[in-house]
Nanobody, 126 residues
Framework: QVRLVDSGGGSVQAGGSLRLSCVAS???????????MAWFRQAPGKEREFVSS????????DYADSVQGRFTISEDNAKNTMYLQMNSLKPEDTAVYYC????????????????WGQGTQVTVSS
């Protein structure tokens, strides 16, 4: 089991920036597979949607079209921490952001992730 604690949300004006963090603990390594770390978000009344992911057996980085060029995902393996740098924020980025983890391939479907953080609120005002 991988335990995830996400943080860093807040309220900013459009055009501003925030950096989210996700600290992983527990079983974070395996000789048989690689961990995928991802960010999802969920706005009120909407389904949880993919934002970005990093790692996995293919070692790739992926972004949703809506955040490409504005958000940057990264990880510090020494600290077991993943980051999401969010720049040029828009009101439509307002949501609860969740970090998630799974073993194996880097994919976008939230149903395939079985480890989740508690979520952190991001609010962008116009």
């Amino acid at each position: 089991q991988v335990r995830l604690v996400d943080s860093g949300g807040g309220s900013v004006q459009a055009g501003g920036s925030l950096r989210l963090s996700c600290v992983a603990s527990g079983r974070t390594s395996s000789p048989f597979s690689s961990l995928v770390m991802a960010w999802f978000r969920q706005a009120p009344g909407k389904e949880r949607e993919f934002v970005s992911s990093i790692g996995g057996i293919d070692g790739t980085i992926d972004y949703a079209d809506s955040v490409q060029g504005r958000f940057t995902i990264s990880e510090d393996n020494a600290k077991n921490t993943m980051y999401l740098q969010m720049n040029s924020l828009k009101p439509e980025d307002t949501a609860v952001y969740y970090c998630a983890a799974k073993w194996g391939s880097n994919i976008r479907s939230p149903t395939m992730y079985n480890n989740w953080g508690q979520g952190t609120q991001v609010t962008v005002s116009s």
